[in-house]
Every structure is written in C-alpha cells, then in structure tokens.
C-alpha cells in the first residue's frame, strides 16, 4: 500500500502544512502525521474525505506509488485523469528531464521516425533524441516535437517541426484540432480528428490536404495523442496549393489511365 506516501506527496503539491490538511477535510493535525507516518491507517470515511478532497479516487491513492509518476503525469492525475474515476487507462508517459528536474522537449527528427515504433517507451531511446526548450509554453504541461514528411497536411509543409502538446484523455479532444497521432501500425501522423471516440470507439483522420481521403483510427490501435501548438519550417506556406493539388489530381489520373490500359492489352 502506498497511501501514506501518497498522501504526504499531495499535500506537498499543494503546499500545505499538516494542520492545513486537518482543518479542509475535518481532520486533526495528529490524524494526518499518523497517518503520513504510518502509525495508524485511515478509515473509510477518512479514505473518502482525502479522495474528495484531491479529486483522486481511493484506489489509486492506496494501490499507485504517486512518487514513480513524473510531473506532467501528476499533473494529468490532478486534474481528473484518473485511471478509476476516468475509467480509461492512465496513460504513462517516458520522459526526460534537465540538469534543473525541468522536463526537455524531445526533438524526434525523420531519420529516428522507425525508432520511436519501439522506443517510444524506453529510456535509454528517448534518451537519445536531442532535446530542447521553449520559454512561452506552459511549464506543467509536457511536449514533444516530431518532423513531418508528406503532402498530407499542406500548407504545413513536408519536413515542418510540429510541437504537440501529450493528451492524457482522449475522450476530450475536440472535433476539428489537429494532432499527431501514434499507432504501432501505421507510426506518426499529423491529422485534423473527429472524435467519435464515445460513440464509436474510433477517430476520424482528416488531411488539410483534401487530395487525401479521411479514415477511420479505431481506439484499440492509438498509443499516443499530441495536440497541435504549432510548427516551426524555413518554408512560407505553398500560395500554389490549388495548382499543387490540380497537378496532384492529374498524376493521379494519367496513372489510372495506364493501370486501365495495361489491363486491356
């Protein structure tokens, strides 16, 4: 059981003293140091007071060491994305951090795109990637940026640095955001969603580009989902996109042209 732990680990977080804790959920101060210090086991009203008081359902402040989540995780905890109460997996996150505890941005450029099929959860791998830092984005949240390859998502163009920020909950997001989305099938990503998640326990993948037809991701295969915060590129975005497209179109036909004469021959 890790409730003792836990609960002096929450408190902490949101900088209370022993007394504080006492006071906003009816308890004494020598209550809460007993039960920090495992002198003495809560009862269940106890147990209830604390999770209401958190947001934190009782099983996870008794069976989930807190302390071996990091801070973007805790932070996701805090705010209702908990494994019981959300019925949805708490999806753990592998990071890495500074000399300052801060967490980094990890860089995952084209050439590392086949290595994040299997290494997106191991340490040493993300260890890896070069890293960086953004001053103007929020600190509690955790991002990471992924180089995009196609003509998928024009005017965003091929080889642009997309940053998203991790989703926790899927169930939140919001038709029309753009994300990178992650599978182990199909790898990286970067689609506008629909999300039917609730409904029909699946994502619909829109292009910018409207050259490419929207699919269907269904649940069972996402692994992870970045929202869209913005991207860096030495290019402008295409003025030409309706050429670029038509050329596109025309390809496209010229080769059904050929496929439909090959066949007749």
Not at 168 to 188: M, P, Q, R
């Amino acid at each position: 059981m890790h409730f003792a732990a836990n609960l002096k680990l929450l408190r902490k977080r949101k900088k209370l003293t022993q007394d504080d804790l006492a006071r906003l959920t009816g308890s004494k101060r020598t209550s809460i140091n007993n039960y920090e210090n495992q002198i003495a086991a809560p009862p269940l009203d106890m147990l209830l007071r604390f999770s209401d008081y958190f947001n934190i359902s009782i099983d996870t402040l008794v069976r989930m060491d807190l302390n071996s989540l990091s801070g973007t995780q805790l932070y996701e905890l805090e705010n209702g994305n908990d494994v019981y109460l959300k019925g949805s997996k708490l999806r753990l996150l592998t990071a890495t951090v500074g000399p300052d505890n801060e967490e980094n941005i990890e860089l995952v450029p084209e050439k590392a795109k086949a290595g994040y099929l299997t290494g997106f959860a191991d340490p040493e791998y993300m260890g890896s990637l070069p890293v960086f830092r953004l001053p103007f984005l929020d600190p509690v949240k955790k991002y990471r940026t992924f180089q995009i390859s196609g003509d998928s998502m024009l005017p965003v163009p091929h080889g642009a640095w997309v940053t998203g920020e991790f989703v926790a909950d899927w169930t939140a997001l919001k038709d029309g955001e753009a994300c990178i989305l992650f599978t182990l099938n199909e790898g990286l990503s970067f689609k506008r969603i629909e999300n039917h998640l609730k409904t029909r326990g699946l994502l619909r993948c829109i292009s910018l580009n409207p050259l490419y037809e929207p699919y269907d991701l269904p649940l069972s295969e996402l692994r992870e989902v970045w929202r869209f915060v913005h991207y860096i590129s030495p290019e402008l975005p295409h003025k030409d996109l309706e050429m670029h497209q038509v050329a596109r179109a025309l390809d496209d036909l010229r080769r059904d042209v050929g496929d439909i004469k090959a066949k007749l021959r």
